[in-house]
């Protein structure tokens, strides 16, 4: 039997909120500035994924959304979700079903790529025009951070063996 | 629904395969045209690294092309040559250090579909400023997608296992 210490799932826990709580924040504050002889444009997270959607690109436009946007928020409530249920030793409704969610959504959560993408993206814009960072970006990049931390505290053995102990089966 | 281990095999190989085949396409069909005050540029993956390495920017041209042209192909000949030898009891160790290594850093190929969505964002200034995805933007977005599922489906225990 494994030994669990009595702290182990605070941080992921914590981390996942700070991360849910940044990932709104950045998703409705702008990341980036493009302007071009005097006339200028805002970039949201979503505003790539639409203007793919409106040129014809479906699959890449969801692509980006699940990928950008809706992987890392259903990746952080379940950790959330998760590191509460497991922090209180408490059986919320649905837990299996989080836990099979946060493994399958897990390596989909590519909000870090997104981060990269974007530094890639301003340093080619600097060539075309005039690009100022957004206060948005540090929330991607804090989000990013978060997620990769959240990650990190994981143990996933310890979170097997204390679903195991709350009455819960988990097979990968 | 849950694929039994053989499934999980077929449907591994058959991605990788058709993330191979789709890989010269991908690399030689243009992704986005970016057009700035008039100058329209039609740009293929290789061609925004070049971009960014003639503009003094090698560091970031390094990262892009690792990510976006190196890693795809890297990751999916690993997974040919981990399911080549599936069933197979020789070299299984090392197998499953190049399977949790290609899991481990193969989402990082999506960079290049990210930077489109970012350069489509802002890049809508009609006349002055467009970016417009390209249909080979597609065809790679499979070939990574082909890599990215290919290595969910197979598991590392099935090297162990050799069903």
């Known amino acids: ?38 006339k200028s444009q805002a970039d949201f997270m979503i505003t790539g994924v639409i203007e793919l959607w409106r040129q014809g690109y479906f699959f890449i436009s969801l692509l ?79 989000v990013a951070v978060m997620s990769v931390l959240c990650e990190q505290f994981s143990n996933r053995q310890i979170a097997y063996e204390r679903l195991k102990e709350l009455g819960v089966n988990i097979v990968e | ?50 971009e960014l390495y003639d503009s003094g920017l090698a560091l970031i041209a390094g990262v ?20 080549f030898l599936h069933g197979s009891p020789k070299l299984r160790r090392e197998r499953c250090k190049v399977f949790k290594i290609v899991h481990a850093i193969g989402s990082w190929s999506m960079i290049d579909i990210f930077l489109l969505a970012v350069l489509a964002a802002v890049g809508q200034l009609g006349a002055l400023a467009s970016v417009t995805a390209e249909p080979g933007c597609l065809v790679f977005a499979v070939v990574l997608l082909c890599s990215l599922i290919a290595a969910e489906i197979y598991k590392p225990r099935l090297i162990w296992e050799g069903v």
């Open chain 1, 1 to 38: 039997m494994l030994h669990i210490p009595e702290r182990s799932f605070q941080p992921p826990f914590a981390l996942s909120l700070t991360g849910l709580f940044l990932l709104i924040l950045a998703n409705f504050i702008p990341i980036l500035n493009f302007e071009v002889v005097g």
């Open chain 2, 1 to 50: 629904m849950s694929l039994s281990d053989r499934s999980r095999v077929n449907l591994s190989r058959a991605l990788v395969v058709t993330g191979l085949v789709l890989y010269i396409p991908s690399n030689v069909m243009p992704v986005m045209t970016m057009s700035i005050i008039g100058k329209v540029d039609p740009l293929t993956v290789l061609g925004g690294v070049r």
């Open chain 1, 64 to 142: 980006v959304l699940f990928c950008a946007i809706i992987a890392p928020a259903v990746f952080l409530f379940c950790a959330f979700y998760l590191g509460f249920a497991l922090a209180l030793r408490m059986r919320p409704p649905g837990l299996a079903l989080v836990s099979r969610v946060a493994l399958a959504v897990r390596p989909w959560n590519l909000i870090p790529v997104y981060s990269i993408a974007t530094v890639v993206a301003v340093v080619k814009l600097r060539m075309l025009g005039e690009v100022t960072w957004q206060p948005g970006a540090r929330f991607v990049l804090a």
């Open chain 2, 64 to 83: 892009v092309f690792l990510a976006s042209f190196i890693l795809p192909l890297a990751k999916l000949l690993a997974l040919a040559w981990v399911l």
